[in-house]
């Protein structure tokens, strides 16, 4: 048999179709607009209507050669002939399974964790189906939902079988081009298809819906990430452009920091020549989100008020293609800083993540670096690999900074020497870089100009290994300029002398008195 094409995987269920539709309508509907494997859920029905759905079902997808997979129920699929059962955890095993139905009957299992995809290789299932990724209402969840991150690993553990991977669970349009981008694992596996539900099923015109998933899923796989400079001269060229064109494009950077530098975040950002908004009710992520260039998520001092706030903002950024920076301030403090950072990591894509030693080595669960509050006590063994696999891990730029500061986007990583010791001995100096990081991100993204319009790219394509080195270089160059002179004397004369040199600092200063180099590997 020809194999399976599992990229847009329909999961029906009639409970959800609208007043007025039929489930073979709207099955037909879908099809036309891209599904490419159906399976039929009946979870409360009995035997004889199942049959009948699963009947008409099957010979509706015929008509359009499409393959017919049943939900748990191994005799409906015999009954009418589907191509295939899919199992859960607590059905009948693989291999049972196997001896019962016909050579070349595709058998796909539900996966929640590590050992039940491994269980499914050794069983040799012909997909899984990974999830549920995030909650949804269209099934009760008997674990927690494993969250994008948690792909990864499960992709992983598949690597050099030939089994198909499906996710599964709350996948949308609004939120799949978060899912393929960063669900791929770190030995570059990626998912085979994506199951959806009530985005179809519910849908007024299941067509469309259709057309649409199918639209970001193939653009996803396909768009190819921009040829980034690799030299270090390249990438300082690039990086200086961008932070020309702060001050040319203006950009607006929405940032929802910490209360203690809010202030001097917003004096920053306007000296670098970006305007800042600084605003946290979850009521307004959506209108800043069509405003606003770049976001800027600091929990430095987070509240469960704020944390929604959070949750919106990022989910309405990544819709709108705008970059996300995320500075996980004190993220090993507690636990409900911990698990804060992972649903924010689990609900959107960043596109930087910003921290000492200390915060980064607790968001990967490395014991190598420890924090006193927001304090990095220590710093790792080799700083650059730990750099570039964090980077590979959460798919975007990483920046851990220090005495030494490293950049990477997983792939190369730059080594920054820059910054005046009185640059840390501000309150604050950290959650600052991270509104010169989202001002140059957002200057970037605007500078990409290469018109791609594809859905399945998270940013517009902007540079953000350039924009985040630059944005460093800014501010530690800037902070050597202001220790020089004159009228400072201390930390409290340190401050405005810094954004006064934020403020003039220009493409020349940086390119000479930088101190950048490339890590080798």
Same mark, same amino acid.
């Given at each position: 048999?020809?194999p399976?094409d599992?990229? $847009?995987?329909l999961v029906?269920?009639?409970?959800?179709?609208?007043?007025?539709?039929?489930?073979?309508?709207?099955?037909e509907?879908?099809? +036309?607009?891209?599904?490419?494997?159906?399976?039929?859920?009946?979870?409360t029905?009995?035997?004889?209507?199942?049959?009948?759905?699963a009947?008409?079902?099957? *010979?509706?997808c015929?008509?359009?050669?499409? !393959?017919?997979?049943?939900?748990?129920?191994?005799?409906?699929?015999?009954?009418?002939?589907?191509?295939?059962?899919?199992l859960?955890?607590? #059905?009948?095993?693989?291999?049972?399974?196997?001896?019962l139905?016909p050579?070349?009957?595709?058998?796909?299992?539900?996966?929640?964790?590590? #050992?039940?995809?491994?269980?499914?290789k050794?069983?040799?299932?012909?997909?899984?189906?990974?999830?549920?990724?995030?909650?949804?209402?269209?099934?009760?969840?008997t674990?927690?939902?494993?969250?994008?991150?948690?792909?990864?690993?499960?992709?992983?553990?598949?690597?050099g079988?030939?089994?198909?991977?499906?996710?599964?669970?709350?996948?949308?349009?609004?939120?799949l081009a978060h899912?393929?981008?960063g669900?791929?694992?770190q030995?570059?596996?990626?998912?085979?298809g994506?199951?959806?539900?009530?985005d179809?099923?519910a849908a007024?015109? !299941?067509?469309?819906?259709?057309?649409? $998933?199918k639209?970001?899923f193939?653009?996803?796989r396909?768009?190819?990430a921009?040829?980034? !400079?690799t030299?270090?001269?390249?990438i300082?060229?690039?990086? $200086?452009?961008?932070?020309t064109?702060?001050r040319?494009?203006?950009?607006l950077?929405?940032?929802?920091?910490?209360?203690?530098?809010?202030?001097?975040?917003?004096?920053?950002?306007l000296?670098?020549?970006?305007? @800042? +908004?600084?605003?946290t009710? @979850?009521?307004?992520?959506?209108?800043?989100?069509?405003i606003?260039h770049?976001?800027?998520?600091?929990?430095?001092?987070?509240?469960?008020?704020?944390?929604?706030?959070m $949750?919106? *903002?990022?989910?309405f950024?990544?819709?709108?293609?705008?970059?996300i920076?995320?500075?996980?301030?004190?993220?090993?403090?507690s636990?409900f800083?911990?698990?804060?950072?992972?649903?924010?990591?689990?609900?959107?894509q960043?596109?930087?993540?910003?921290?000492?030693?200390?915060?980064?080595?607790?968001?990967?669960?490395?014991?190598e670096?420890?924090?006193?509050?927001?304090?990095s006590?220590?710093?790792?063994?080799d700083p650059?690999?730990?750099?570039?696999?964090l980077?590979?891990k959460?798919?975007c730029?990483v920046?851990?900074?220090?005495?030494?500061?490293?950049?990477?986007?997983?792939?190369?990583?730059?080594?920054?020497?820059?910054?005046?010791p =009185?640059?840390?001995?501000?309150?604050?100096?950290?959650?600052?870089?991270?509104?010169?990081i989202?001002?140059?991100?957002?200057?970037?993204?605007?500078l990409?100009?290469?018109?791609?319009?594809?859905e399945g790219?998270?940013?517009r394509?902007?540079?953000?290994?350039?924009?985040?080195?630059?944005?460093?270089?800014?501010?530690?160059v800037?902070s050597? =300029? *202001?220790?020089?002179?004159?009228?400072?004397?201390? +930390?409290?004369?340190f401050? !405005?002398?810094l954004?006064d040199?934020?403020?003039?600092?220009?493409?020349e200063?940086i390119?000479?008195?930088?101190?950048?180099?490339e890590?080798?590997?």
């Open positions: 048999m020809d399976i599992f990229s $847009l995987y029906t269920d009639r409970a959800l179709l609208p007043v007025g539709k039929t489930h073979l309508e709207t099955l509907q879908a099809i +036309i607009g891209g599904v490419t494997v159906v399976q039929i859920r009946e979870k029905a009995d035997t004889a209507e199942f049959l009948r759905v009947q008409e079902s099957k *010979a509706l015929d008509r359009y050669n499409l !393959p017919l997979i049943i939900n748990d129920r191994i005799d409906i699929s015999l009954a009418v002939g589907a191509r295939g059962v899919h859960g955890q607590t #059905d009948m095993p693989i291999d049972i399974a196997r001896q139905m050579t070349g009957t595709i058998i796909g299992i539900s996966c929640n964790t590590l #050992d039940e995809v491994r269980r499914a050794e069983a040799k299932a012909d997909y899984v189906g990974l999830g549920a990724v995030w909650s949804t209402q269209t099934k009760k969840l674990s927690p939902p494993i969250g994008v991150r948690g792909l990864g690993a499960m992709l992983d553990v598949l690597s079988s030939n089994i198909k991977a499906v996710a599964i669970g709350g996948i949308k349009s609004t939120n899912l393929m981008h669900s791929m694992s030995l570059e596996e990626c998912l085979d994506v199951a959806v539900v009530s179809i099923v007024p015109d !299941p067509m469309k819906a259709a057309q649409r $998933l639209s970001i193939r653009a996803s396909i768009v190819a921009k040829r980034i !400079p030299s270090r001269d390249d300082l060229t690039k990086a $200086l452009t961008i932070m064109a702060v040319s494009l203006n950009p950077v929405h940032q929802m920091t910490n209360v203690v530098v809010a202030n001097q975040s917003a004096n920053i950002t000296a670098l020549g970006a305007s @800042p +908004i600084m605003a009710a @979850p009521e307004e992520m959506s209108d800043l989100s069509k606003s770049a976001l800027l998520v600091n929990i430095g001092t987070l509240v469960s008020g704020s944390l929604q706030g $949750l919106k *903002a990022g989910h950024v990544n819709t709108a293609r705008n970059p920076i995320l500075d996980p301030v004190g993220v090993g403090a636990e800083r911990k698990n804060s950072v992972n649903e924010l990591l689990n609900s959107w960043a596109t930087v993540i910003k921290g000492n030693a200390g915060e980064l080595a607790a968001l990967a669960g490395s014991t670096a420890e924090s006193k509050g927001v304090d006590l220590g710093n790792f063994k650059a690999l730990f750099t570039r696999q980077s590979r959460e798919r730029v920046v851990l900074t220090g005495e030494t500061d490293y950049i990477s986007d997983g792939e190369r990583v730059f080594m920054l020497k820059n910054g005046h =009185l640059l840390g001995s501000i309150t604050g100096s950290g959650c600052v870089l991270g509104s010169c989202a001002s140059y991100c957002a200057a970037a993204n605007l990409a100009s290469d018109g791609d319009q594809h790219r998270l940013n394509g902007g540079d953000f290994l350039s924009a985040a080195v630059g944005a460093v270089l800014a501010l530690t800037a050597e =300029l *202001a220790a020089k002179r004159g009228d400072v004397h201390g +930390i409290g004369s401050l !405005p002398a954004i040199e934020l403020s003039t600092l220009r493409p200063a390119r000479r008195l930088a101190k950048i180099e890590v080798g590997f």
